[in-house]
């Protein structure tokens, strides 16, 4: 039921001009909220500072856009500057309210499949709070140089030192409308305002004036489920002649995915979850026995535990302009100085 809603309104959204009457008669009271919000801001509500530079990477549409790859790549740009970055988040979907220090191996019901994926990639302190002002403070305690928020670009109350905006260049901002009637959280105009504009892919259809730089994921290995090997694309193909495969994504942009494995050389029987599944047994019952499954490294987190064979999943890279990679150095450096 929610995979068919949540298809049906990305249809809406990206793939038609003009959203149906009955969203559109929504979007004036989504936009009364939004004011709202901005003037309690201005209005100089109370505000959560950080203890050191705090970087927000977020992005103006709903959905998967690419932030979790950038924070990443942001933190190993931090790391190569021997600086000790910390990543906030509010860990989209857990079930626990409390606020917990995330380890590699801990449960993504409690914390959430991104921050758990962050915490194995990054190997960084993160932290999932309810508010994300209670996890800037938990990090304060753990003398790190920088905090890096995994969203959190709409959150008024955040005292941020830059803003990073992800943009899917594939989808861009859909329809140009705002909740409900579209994918936008906030105007289009809100890109102009923050430091950065990072596209995920190129964004052919982007205004001419607006300045982007472009991130490009890259995966061309694939590892087992339980971490036990890892193979080219081409020796997986070749262990698998014969066999049905069969592709999972619950993440934003599934199709994003089915086409990175389309690049590989793999032909898979497609299957797209909504984003942040919870995944159970049931929902591999679609495979056949001996076939093998490929999922993307965010689902991977959640499935470990499940037991499944011949299952494996893609990590990715992230590969960013230098111009805009050397940019960002600069800007923490400064940042730092600052802040001394």
Same mark, same amino acid.
């Given at each position: 039921m929610r995979a068919g809603i949540e298809h049906w309104i990305i249809r809406k959204w990206y793939e038609t001009p003009q959203p149906p009457w009955y969203l559109r008669m929504l979007e004036p009271v989504y936009r009364a909220a939004l004011n709202h919000e901005q003037k309690k801001k201005k209005s100089g509500s109370k505000s959560c500072r950080s203890a050191v530079p705090l970087i927000v990477v977020g992005n103006i549409t709903t959905g998967g856009s690419g932030k979790t790859p950038l924070v990443i790549r942001l933190c190993q740009i931090a790391k190569e500057?021997?600086?000790?970055?910390?990543?906030?988040?509010?860990?989209?979907?857990?079930?626990?309210?409390?606020?917990?220090?995330?380890?590699? &191996?801990?449960?993504?019901? =409690?914390? !959430?499949?991104?921050?758990?994926? /962050?915490?194995?990639?990054?190997? #960084?302190? $993160? @932290?999932?709070?309810?508010?994300?002002?209670?996890?800037?403070?938990?990090?304060?305690?753990?003398?790190? &140089?920088?905090?890096?928020? =995994?969203? !959190?670009?709409?959150?008024?109350? /955040?005292?941020?030192?830059?803003? #990073?905006? $992800? @943009?899917?260049?594939?989808?861009?901002?859909?329809?140009?409308?705002?909740?409900?009637?579209?994918?936008?959280?906030?105007?289009?105009?809100?890109?102009?305002?923050?430091?950065?504009?990072?596209?995920?892919?190129?964004?052919?259809?982007?205004?001419?004036?607006?300045?982007?730089?472009?991130?490009?994921?890259?995966?061309?290995?694939?590892?087992?489920?339980?971490?036990?090997?890892?193979?080219?694309?081409?020796?997986?193909?070749?262990?698998?002649?014969?066999?049905?495969?069969?592709?999972?994504a619950g993440i934003g942009h599934p199709q994003r995915f089915f086409n990175m494995l389309e690049s590989l050389q793999i032909v898979a029987a497609n299957h797209a979850f909504p984003d942040h599944h919870r995944f159970c047994l049931k929902d591999f019952e679609l495979a056949e026995p001996g076939s093998a499954i490929i999922m993307t490294e965010k689902d991977a987190v959640k499935c470990r535990s499940l037991g499944l064979e011949n299952a494996w999943y893609v990590p990715v890279d992230t590969h960013l302009d230098e111009s805009f990679e050397v940019t960002f150095r600069q800007h923490l450096l400064g940042l730092m100085k600052e802040c001394k």
């Open positions: 500057l021997n600086l000790k970055p910390g990543i906030v988040s509010t860990g989209y979907g857990r079930r626990s309210r409390k606020t917990l220090l995330v380890k590699t &191996d801990s449960d993504t019901r =409690d914390c !959430g499949d991104e921050p758990v994926l /962050l915490a194995i990639r990054t190997g #960084v302190p $993160v @932290v999932v709070a309810e508010r994300r002002c209670d996890a800037i403070k938990t990090l304060d305690d753990m003398g790190l &140089d920088v905090l890096i928020s =995994d969203d !959190g670009l709409q959150q008024t109350d /955040l005292n941020r030192d830059m803003n #990073v905006c $992800v @943009v899917d260049g594939k989808r861009g901002l859909g329809n140009g409308h705002l909740l409900p009637a579209g994918p936008l959280r906030e105007p289009a105009g809100r890109l102009r305002q923050v430091d950065y504009v990072v596209t995920n892919g190129v964004w052919e259809d982007k205004p001419d004036d607006l300045a982007v730089s472009v991130m490009q994921l890259t995966g061309d290995s694939l590892c087992a489920l339980d971490d036990s090997s890892v193979m080219s694309a081409a020796k997986f193909r070749q262990n698998n002649t014969g066999k049905k495969v069969h592709a999972i």
